[in-house]
């Protein structure tokens, strides 16, 4: 389930690179604790977000929890599909289950977020 | 004080289910298996069976114990018939609600007190002071154990899995049947499907529930617990329901109506004389981002209430929750908003239960 071409958080979240536009979702380790998602509050085509800053928030039948931004950047595109049919954040957190793009992003960033083998190293240890 | 959470004699068998293990009032206990919605969805399409373990349970025997308990509870015990249950709360002097509780007749001599996990300690140091001499008072929380088998399906179950035919008992009676002992079989629950709640002595309690997991029901756990009562309009305790309110304030007068006096009778009259100054209502929110407990209701641009108990309802596919409002608001069909923190969500106040089974 970890992808090796994709950069992680110690909040969970991933982001995947494809140019000069990137990929956001959460990750199956965060889909598996939140548990059954009924709600994505998606954000904002156009909303300008910092790293750490509130992007969205997840509700699962018992919660509401806080998504972040990896890297700053701006949302160019949102999974619409999560409207009607949240629960593929469970079925397939690093697919179909995608929650936003950002174009532009701060690639210099990346560099501050973990690889594959960091997460799994990270989530070994906590 | 931090004391680690008591097992039922069911915790071995959950966590061999693979049950994610939550700390509750106390106990720990299964919040979920396979998942909330999916073990929701089978309550209502077919049966589950939940590990009830945790509540208390009191029993009460003696030539005076019905007039004991008629002093002590809200539940109008001289209307029951043997075989009966009642649902009832136990007030305070001044009327607030200390728990609210099922009471079942065995005969005149002879009832059972079932309340909630968290208050149990609490209700039986309440109970036990104040029941007349002679009067005798036996927790049986630990001796007896108790399994609810609840869906559409539950009641054939029960019978090839027990051999005991619940059909025949009308909603909120009970019988006694042998289960390698003395056993109690009721038409009761807290999903708003048919089913039965089981009491069996503890320790034959893993046993009967494994006769039902090879029988093809599976467990569901508190957080499918939680959300199948909310849409059969239940309270729940500590949420709903709590010291600081009576029975009025909750919109629940009808189980304190009782004409003789009780503990908080007084109080209770004086409340519906002067009317209360917030109602418990249920709302219906379109969409699916939830209200939470806590969060509060809005009407005018002001604040008029505050939510209890909010969830996504999986049978509606809409949110719904409780919230207590101005008496004004209470009426069904009256719109609210509720404030999340993050924006205001258009709600309606509607008739209870959200969901009847069909």
């Known amino acids: ?47 300008k977000v910092n790293a750490h800053d509130s992007l969205l928030v997840i509700e699962s039948v018992k919660a509401a929890s806080d998504v972040y931004a990896p890297v700053g950047g701006t949302v ?14 469970n079925q397939a957190s690093q697919g179909d289950g995608w929650i936003c793009k950002f174009r532009p992003f701060d690639a210099a960033a990346l560099a501050g977020l973990m690889t594959a083998e960091q997460y799994r190293a990270f989530l070994a240890e906590h | 004080m931090t004391a ?9 068998a959950h966590v061999r289910s693979g049950a994610r293990m939550v700390d509750f009032s106390g106990w720990f206990m299964p919040v979920q298996y396979d998942g909330i919605i999916a073990e929701h969805h089978r309550t209502r399409t077919d049966v589950t069976m939940f590990d009830t373990c945790h509540m208390g349970r009191f029993w009460i025997t003696g030539p005076m114990a019905r007039e004991g308990l008629d002093r002590l509870l809200t539940t109008d015990v001289n209307a029951m018939q043997n075989g009966q249950c009642k649902y009832g709360f136990l007030l305070r002097e001044d009327g ?11 005969h005149a001599e002879r009832w059972l007190l079932v309340v909630n996990a968290g208050t149990q300690d609490r209700d039986r140091d309440w109970i036990r002071d104040r029941l007349p001499p002679g009067v ?29 035919d619940a059909s025949r008992l009308g909603y909120f009676r009970f019988m006694e049947f042998d289960c390698g002992g003395e056993a109690i079989v009721s038409r009761t629950g807290y999903t708003g499907e048919k089913g039965v709640e089981l009491y069996v002595a503890a320790a034959r309690i893993p046993e009967v529930w494994e006769r039902f997991e090879k029988a093809g029901v599976k467990p569901a756990g508190l957080g499918a617990r939680d959300t199948l009562r909310l849409e059969a309009g ?14 009025v304030e909750a919109a ?9 006096p009780y503990v908080g009778s007084e109080a209770v ?11 418990l209502a249920g709302f219906r929110i379109e969409g699916r981002q939830a209200a939470r407990a806590g969060q509060a209701v809005m009407a005018g641009g002001r604040r008029a209430g505050t939510v209890t108990s909010g969830s996504f309802s999986p049978t509606l596919q809409a949110v719904i929750g409780f919230a207590f409002v101005e008496p004004s608001l209470a009426l069904p069909g009256t719109r609210v908003q509720v404030d999340t923190g993050r924006n205001l969500l258009d709600a309606v106040v509607v008739k209870l239960p959200f969901y009847k089974a069909g």
């Open chain 2, 136 to 164: 005798r008072f036996e927790d049986a929380s630990v001796r007896m154990g108790k399994i609810d088998v609840q869906g559409p399906h539950a009641l054939p179950r029960v019978a090839s899995v027990l051999g005991v």
């Open chain 2, 252 to 260: 629940m007068d009808r189980f304190s109506a009782k004409t003789r």
């Open chain 2, 96 to 106: 607030g609600i200390l728990d609210d509780l099922i009471t079942y007749r065995v």
């Open chain 2, 234 to 247: 239940l309270p729940l305790y500590g949420h709903e329901l709590s010291e600081a309110i009576t029975p």
């Open chain 1, 76 to 89: 160019c595109a949102v999974n619409e599909a999560l409207g009607s049919a949240p629960e593929l954040v």
């Open chain 2, 269 to 279: 009259k004086r409340r519906r004389g002067q009317g209360a100054a917030m109602l």
């Open chain 1, 1 to 47: 389930m970890i992808q090796n071409d994709t950069y992680y958080t110690k909040e969970h979240e991933w982001l995947k690179v494809d140019g000069d536009e990137a990929t956001v979702g959460i990750t199956d380790h965060a889909q598996e604790a939140l548990g059954d998602i009924t709600f994505v509050d998606l954000p904002k085509i156009g909303m």
């Open chain 2, 4 to 12: 680690l959470p008591r097992k039922t004699p069911l915790y071995d």
